[in-house]
């Protein structure tokens, strides 16, 4: 499997709720409500809407997340991309025009081995 691969998607149009677990890559451009917990790379297109729990490695975001974000790697946040709620991460990227409105945490990778030891989640 090629490391740009993705091993998903959920186009425009669609609306999932429940729960997500995946490896590799996983692109949303539909609506997701629930909980996603994954090992590898979750990708949310600009038209995108996510409601809910996010734990993965990598999270690039070009659309919309509400809720707690845990990426034990990095966010990336494109200049479409909002984020609103808690954010946990050892690395950060943020272009011109993105909007987080929440609390940030920044640890070491090596601190962060499960979502539950981000401050912000044991309030």
Partial sequence: MAK??????????????????????????????????????????QEARIEGQVAVASLILSGL?????????????HKTARLQGSVCSPCMVMEDGAVLDGEVLMTKKEELSAP????????
Avoid: H, P, W
């Avoid at 091993?7 to 949303?28: C, D, H, M, P």
């Avoid at 539950?116 to 989640?121: I, V």
């Fill in 4 to 45: 740009d691969e993705i091993n998903a998607f959920l186009g425009v149009g669609t609306s999932y709720e429940g729960k997500l677990k995946f490896q590799g890559s996983v692109r949303i451009d539909g609506e997701f409500y629930g909980q996603i917990d994954a090992d590898g790379t979750l990708i949310v297109g």
């Fill in 116 to 123: 539950q030891e981000c401050r912000f989640l044991e309030e």
């Fill in 65 to 77: 997340v509400q809720g707690q974000v845990v990426a034990s790697t990095k966010v990336v946040m």
